[in-house]
């Protein structure tokens, strides 16, 4: 059975899962924060502001970093597993872990609305997918050496 390149920079899939768990966490925990300290201002008394800012952060921030901690958790754990199963690293495994992340989370609501937030986790992960594909494209020709040109007018001006 021929082996897949791997690439050598980032940790073994057990790893990359935690890894990538706790990174969720910490932005939709960060992320949370901030807009829900904004919110909490927002709908306090004027003069209790800063109170209801920290309130609501404390309330709320960590319910949305476990949210994000589960999708980005639930994401690694089938991207690892299709790397497996499919012995290849490319962008067809994001975007089929997002469809199946998305419908994993969404199963409960039942067939549809799993079947929609597949279509809708998969397409968001080929968007990006793409996205990421045309900027490494853009940016692979600017960092192509060029030959120098000479210019023929200069040559004659300094050699004659």
């Not at 966490?25 to 209801?52: C, D, Q, T, Y």
């Not at 319910?63 to 754990?77: K, Y």
Request: aromatic share 6%; glycine share 14%; proline share 5%.
């Amino acid at each position: 059975m021929p082996h897949a390149a791997q690439d050598h920079s980032r940790d073994p899939c057990p790893w990359v899962i935690l890894n990538d768990l706790g990174g969720a966490f910490v932005m939709g925990a960060v992320g949370g924060g901030i807009w829900h300290s904004v919110k909490g201002a927002k709908n306090s008394p004027r003069h209790e502001r800063m109170l209801g800012a920290v309130t609501a952060m404390k309330a709320r921030a960590p319910v949305l970093g476990g949210n994000f901690a589960v999708w980005g958790g639930l994401f690694s754990t089938f991207d690892c597993a299709l790397k497996g199963v499919r012995q290849k690293e490319d962008p067809w495994n994001s975007i089929l872990s997002g469809a199946i992340t998305g419908g994993v989370l969404a199963a409960r609501g039942g067939a549809k609305a799993a079947t929609v937030s597949a279509v809708v986790g998969g397409s968001l992960l080929a968007l990006i997918e793409g996205i990421g594909i045309a900027i490494t494209r853009m940016t692979a020709d600017q960092s192509r050496p060029v030959m120098p040109q000479v210019c023929e007018g200069l040559f004659r001006f300094v050699f004659e």
